[in-house]
């Protein structure tokens, strides 16, 4: 395994549409492992492969429950709404208050090759939307209701 260098806001990689995996291959399971390990050491938890440079559909997320790997995601269900603090890795000290769904449901191929189902609530249906939309060139700074000040951060 290896980090990864993260690109920051700004790389044109990070505004293009990724392409779908058609391969489940060594470079693509090298691919996720690197992404996972490149996220922890970041402290993140979420990390799609524009922000690794690469433009194929895949993102890894963790929110303390174990690495989810998706490949090829689409949300296939959403429900409720709920506004909260978010942040990114590619766009480091900046946090605002982002609206999402209460709950997803993610449909994605896993390494195995087989279509997975997986359900999110609150920081993890955020986690998936931030990650799918990285996919298609898009940043939670686009979306975002409010920007948190750093002095608010220090309360
Ligand atoms: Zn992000």
């Given at each position: 395994m290896a980090i990864r260098e993260i690109r920051k806001e700004?790389?044109?990689?990070?505004?293009?549409?990724?392409?779908?995996?058609?391969?489940l291959d060594e470079?693509?399971?090298?691919?996720?492992?690197?992404?996972?390990?490149?996220?922890h050491q970041a402290n993140g938890v979420g990390l799609a492969a524009p922000q690794v440079g690469i433009l194929k559909q895949v993102a890894v997320v963790d929110i303390g429950e174990g690495v989810i790997e998706l490949i090829n995601p689409e949300i296939i269900s959403q429900r409720g709404a709920a506004v909260d603090v978010e942040g990114c890795l590619s766009v480091p000290g900046v946090w605002a208050h982002v609206e999402r769904p209460q709950t997803?449901?993610?449909?994605?191929?896993?390494?195995?090759?087989?279509?997975h189902i997986y359900k999110g609530s609150g920081l993890l249906a955020r986690a998936f939307?931030?990650?799918?939309?990285?996919?298609?060139?898009?940043?939670f700074i686009d979306?975002?209701?409010?920007?948190?000040?750093?002095?608010?951060?220090e309360k």
């Open positions: 700004g790389d044109a990689v990070l505004r293009k549409h990724c392409r779908k995996v058609e391969a470079k693509l399971f090298q691919l996720l492992d690197d992404m996972a390990e490149t996220m997803v449901k993610v449909r994605a191929l896993g390494r195995d090759g087989q279509e939307c931030h990650e799918i939309e990285h996919l298609s060139g898009q940043l979306k975002a209701i409010r920007f948190v000040s750093p002095e608010e951060e």
